[in-house]
């Protein structure tokens, strides 16, 4: 019951946004430099995590799409790691209020919940981030990354562990669109 109340709620705001506004917001240019992101990728990782020794190399996938009326980027990333299947999913979307990029970040490796925040560099073809969530043992922790579009059918990310200032790459995946 209270979720049918809660709906209810939702829905007659925004029917009474749309009527106030005559329609909906739309996505804007910030959702297109998302849209970059957007289809099936093929990955190569190399990871160095901390207590193994040298580096640890794989392969995954990623599948990611503009959803939600087109304002979040939802990708779904799969692998294996140690062993072990791997799952990871982001939702990605512009902020027009804080006028930035947010989203969460989820994987199976743990229960814990990671914020990002991020911006494109000018000419859009390098994504900026930083995710903050619960480390192994709870407290927080911080990672930088940077996604760089090398042309529409190859992107790299690296990924750092931020501590007391000091970033120590954790992560590398070349991507690879599928043809």
Same mark, same amino acid.
């Given at each position: 019951?209270? %979720?049918?109340?809660?709906?209810?709620?939702?829905?007659?705001?925004?029917?009474?946004?749309? *009527?106030? *506004?005559?329609?909906?917001?739309?996505?804007?240019?910030?959702? /297109?430099?998302?849209?970059?992101?957007?289809?099936?990728?093929?990955?190569?990782?190399?990871? $160095?995590?901390?207590?193994?020794?040298?580096? !640890?190399?794989?392969?995954?996938?990623?599948?990611?799409?503009?959803?939600?009326?087109?304002?979040?980027? !939802?990708? $779904?990333?799969?692998?294996?790691?140690?062993? /072990?299947?791997?799952?990871?999913?982001? +939702?990605?979307?512009? =902020?027009?209020?804080?006028?930035?990029?947010?989203?969460?970040?989820?994987?199976?490796?743990?229960?814990?919940?990671?914020?990002?925040?991020?911006?494109?560099?000018? =000419?859009?073809?390098?994504? $900026?981030?930083?995710?903050?969530?619960?480390? /192994? =043992?709870?407290?927080?922790? %911080?990672?930088?990354?940077?996604? %760089? !579009? $090398?042309?529409?059918?190859?992107?790299?990310?690296?990924?750092?562990? +931020?501590? *007391?200032?000091? =970033?120590? /790459?954790?992560?590398? !995946?070349?991507?690879?669109?599928?043809?």
């Amino acid at each position: 019951m209270k %979720k049918a109340t809660v709906l209810l709620a939702v829905l007659a705001s925004i029917v009474s946004l749309v *009527e106030a *506004e005559d329609e909906l917001p739309k996505p804007g240019p910030e959702h /297109q430099l998302l849209a970059q992101f957007a289809g099936e990728w093929d990955a190569k990782l190399t990871c $160095n995590f901390p207590g193994t020794e040298g580096p !640890i190399e794989t392969s995954g996938s990623q599948s990611a799409k503009l959803d939600v009326g087109g304002f979040f980027l !939802i990708a $779904n990333f799969k692998s294996e790691f140690f062993g /072990q299947p791997f799952k990871g999913h982001a +939702v990605t979307g512009y =902020d027009p209020f804080q006028k930035k990029y947010t989203g969460v970040w989820v994987d199976s490796m743990g229960p814990g919940v990671y914020q990002t925040t991020g911006e494109f560099t000018k =000419d859009g073809k390098t994504y $900026n981030e930083t995710m903050t969530g619960p480390g /192994q =043992d709870g407290k927080p922790v %911080k990672f930088r990354s940077v996604m %760089k !579009i $090398n042309d529409e059918n190859h992107m790299t990310f690296t990924m750092y562990s +931020v501590e *007391e200032g000091k =970033d120590t /790459q954790m992560m590398k !995946i070349e991507y690879t669109r599928k043809k």
